[in-house]
């Protein structure tokens, strides 16, 4: 069985409506419940409080809520944080989303796939068991923050990391599990751009991989792409947020038609678990089922 894992970030973007953005999960959690598809969610601290009780309603379906930091603010880089900054970041944060979702946070996603050894370090630290921040064979790693080159020779599948790369595999304890990628990256951009009928396709060859070395797939989109965008970070109803990453270029060529982006999600996803060779996972059930295969192995 192939292991699925459809993962969503949540973060507050100021520059599209907040209103939209607190409708949408409950949107997304009454249509994922409908055709029964549990996703991984790595929401900010922020969004978290901003969104606490569509939070809850999602956590109480069966979402896996998981951290995507503190605000995902332009200075919110994991990758080149000072120590001190990012366990005061990974701390607050942690403790702010377990105590909403009353449940222990078990992944971690940077802001803009930022994470560093110094990050992993601390996760381990506050009882994380994974990361999600790598995006293996990326090419275009420069339009993330925490993107790097060291992404283009990262592994694959699966991975302990060392202790002083999280690019390399090493003895840490943490899990690291990439981002599923053949030079495109398998996400919501890559289907903006290139359209659903791409995406199955893309997909089917991620499937054969999967199939032949025994990796999952990792999925990403985000919530607020289906929401309106108001191009202000400042507007009437943004309090706050002038320091958020304003919105890239590539973004300009999603397209800006967002009932559109949400049905092709929708569809892509039904189309993810549909073969019968496949498996739903959220974060923590992959988890468990890496350290039971990681243990029978180390029996035999």
Not at 6 to 23: C, F, G, P, V, W
Not at 111 to 126: D, H, R, V, W
Not at 202 to 231: D, M, N, Q
Request: with cysteine; hydrophobic share 30%.
């Amino acid at each position: 069985m192939v292991p699925i894992i459809i993962t969503m970030d949540l973060e507050i973007a100021y520059d599209h409506s907040i209103n939209d953005q607190r409708k949408i999960l409950d949107r997304l959690n009454a249509d994922l419940k409908r055709i029964g598809l549990p996703i991984t969610i790595f929401t900010t601290s922020e969004a978290a409080t901003e969104f606490k009780d569509e939070i809850r309603r999602l956590k109480s379906a069966g979402h896996n809520i998981c951290c995507h930091g503190y605000d995902h603010g332009i200075t919110e880089n994991y990758r080149t944080m000072d120590q001190c900054s990012i366990n005061e970041f990974i701390k607050i944060s942690t403790n702010n989303i377990e105590n909403i979702i009353q449940d222990k946070v078990d992944s971690f996603r940077g802001p803009g796939f930022s994470t560093s050894s110094e990050t992993q370090n601390i996760l381990l630290k506050y009882g994380y068991n994974s990361d999600y921040s790598v995006c293996s064979q990326r090419l275009d790693f420069m339009n993330s923050i925490g993107g790097n080159f060291k992404w283009l020779n990262s592994p694959r599948m699966p991975y302990h990391p060392s202790e002083h790369d999280p690019y390399k595999k090493g003895s840490s304890p943490l899990w690291v599990i990439p981002l599923s990628s053949i030079g495109l990256p398998f996400i919501s951009g890559s289907l903006y751009l290139f359209g659903l009928s791409f995406m199955r396709k893309f997909y089917i060859l991620l499937l054969k991989e999967a199939i032949r070395v025994g990796k999952p797939i990792v999925y990403l989109f985000h919530s607020y792409e289906f929401c309106r965008y108001t191009g202000n970070h400042l507007g009437n109803e943004i309090t706050k947020g002038s320091n958020r990453t304003p919105q890239k270029l590539i973004h300009k060529f999603y397209g800006s038609d967002i009932n559109k982006k949400y049905e092709d999600n929708h569809n892509l996803m039904k189309y993810l678990i549909s073969f019968k060779n496949t498996k739903l996972f959220t974060s923590v059930n992959y988890s468990k089922h890496l350290e039971n295969f990681e243990n029978e192995n180390t029996l035999l």
